[in-house]
């Protein structure tokens, strides 16, 4: 089953908005990755973070990997209505020799005009 | 580079129908993961390969859900018999399993999906 506890769940916010979305875990992850689903689509990788405090931004998005190696947090700035979709955090337990990754449940964004 | 190629994007069966998933991975991609996403379960790992060779498949449902990589640019998923709890959209993924000093290279790229109904 899923080992990340990702929060919230889903968010209606009013464009122009900034957002923020977090992920949590009992165990320690070596990586976080964060990606976006839109309908129909597989989901696409957004940001990756490989070393414990590592902050990173792509654009609007910034993520971080957190101190404790056990939670991240994803950052959009000035929501636009193309930012709707599910973004899904994903990491890579510290304990796993190979490539797996667990996912978090999403979380739901929602954009009004 | 075309990125994770899957096939078919939608199929519809009937119940006790073989159903075959097809993937092909990002050239030069080392690992290749199939993942399933329906509402209820979110994105479950079904079985993962790494150079072609099975490492996990705790993953796997049953023994109704089979895996193979018979090559580095192909693998398929294949659901024998299939029933209708099987309907969810199927997803493959690729990465590079590399090492960047200390740390290991773990992006999964994915396909666009299949999206599975059994009726």
């Known amino acids: 089953g899923q080992q990340l506890n990702q929060s919230p769940q889903s968010m209606f916010i009013q464009e122009g908005e900034d957002v923020s979305m977090n992920c949590t875990s009992s165990?320690?992850?070596?990586?976080w990755l964060w990606y976006k689903q839109e309908p129909g689509e597989g989901p696409v990788l957004l940001i990756a973070l490989y070393k414990a405090g590592e902050l990173t931004s792509n654009g609007r998005l910034t993520a971080q990997f957190g101190i404790t190696r056990k939670d991240s947090f994803l950052n959009i700035s000035a929501s636009i209505p193309s930012d709707v979709g599910i973004y899904f955090c994903a990491g890579q337990p510290g304990n796993n020799a190979g490539n797996m990754l667990t996912f978090g449940g999403g979380t739901r964004l929602m954009v009004k005009p | 580079d075309a990125g994770v190629i899957q096939s078919p994007r939608h199929e519809v069966t009937e119940m006790g129908q073989e159903v075959t998933l097809r993937c092909k991975p990002i050239s030069g991609h080392n690992s290749l993961f199939w993942y399933r996403q329906t509402m209820m379960r979110g994105l479950e790992l079904l079985i993962y390969f790494n150079n072609n060779v099975p490492i996990d498949d705790s993953g796997m449902p049953e023994d109704r859900f089979s895996a193979k990589m018979p090559n580095a640019s192909f693998s398929t998923l294949k659901i024998q018999p299939s029933e209708p709890r099987d309907s969810a959209v199927y997803f493959c993924?690729?990465?590079?399993?590399?090492?960047?000093?200390?740390?290991?290279?773990?992006?999964?790229?994915f396909g666009q999906g299949t999206r599975l109904t059994v009726v």
């Open positions: 993924a690729s990465s590079l399993k590399r090492r960047l000093g200390a740390i290991s290279g773990t992006e999964a790229f």
């Open positions: 165990s320690i992850f070596n990586t």
